[in-house]
């Protein structure tokens, strides 16, 4: 099974701050890799699919990288509402799924 | 506009039976696989399994195989999650999602809460 290793799990950020999220895989997962967040009490919201695709209607604030086994969300101005939990779920494996351990993003 | 419309919260005692639901729109619910999320309280995602409605091709992962049962009526654009007897830490959300080809879940479903307790 494919393991994977997501940090910090928890962050304190201020307002238009830079923030970067990262995960690693166990083994080589290509780029098939999304980024979700989270708010309390509702669905996962997929943010980033392929490693670096920005879904539909996501602030452009978000952005994703990395292929292989190292990859990074980073949100470039912090804005209120991106107060969260962010979680990686990589696909490589076929009809095999895997997230990360999730990072709690809270305001400083 | 697809959306995944999962069955209400469910207060169960422990040794009960249970099967939780959720519905596809929006979509062709046969051609795309469902997939099960387990979330307990204040702790992270884990995936469960996966069926693939068309024709009930499922696959469980290691830690929730023969725990529970994932089936779908395609009829009905319905998936569906299931336990046979219920444990107290099965008490958690449970999130249907729906999968694209090659690129993970795309779209899913509100939750469902189960509580077990005596």
């Known amino acids: 099974d494919i393991q994977m290793t997501q940090s910090p799990s928890s962050l304190s950020a201020s307002v238009g701050d830079r923030v970067t999220i990262t995960c690693r895989a166990s083994?080589?997962?290509?780029?098939?890799l999304g980024w979700y967040q989270q708010k309390p009490g509702k669905a996962p919201n997929r943010l980033i699919y392929a490693a670096s695709s920005l879904e539909s209607g996501v602030p452009s604030r978000f952005s994703g990288s990395g292929s292989g086994t190292e990859f990074t969300l980073t949100i470039s101005s912090l804005q209120p509402e991106d107060f969260a939990t962010y979680y990686c779920?990589?696909?490589?494996?076929?009809?095999?799924?895997?997230f990360g351990q999730g990072t709690k993003l809270e305001i400083k | 506009e697809v959306q995944l419309v999962q069955s209400g919260a469910e207060v169960k005692k422990p040794g009960e039976s249970l099967k939780i639901s959720c519905k596809g729109s929006g979509y062709s619910f046969s051609t795309y696989w469902i997939g099960w999320v387990r979330q307990m309280p204040g702790k992270g995602l884990e995936w469960m399994g996966i069926i693939y409605p068309g024709d009930s091709d499922t696959r469980y992962s290691p830690s929730f195989q023969g725990q529970v049962t994932i089936s779908a009526d395609k009829s009905i654009s319905t998936a569906y999650l299931q336990w046979s007897s219920l444990r107290a830490s099965d008490t958690a959300m449970y999130y249907c999602?729906?999968?694209?080809?090659?690129?993970?879940?795309?779209?899913w479903g509100q939750g469902t809460l189960v509580t077990v307790s005596s």
């Open positions: 083994q080589d997962i290509r780029n098939d």
């Open positions: 779920l990589q696909h490589n494996s076929y009809l095999s799924y895997s």
């Open positions: 999602a729906r999968r694209v080809t090659g690129t993970g879940f795309d779209s």
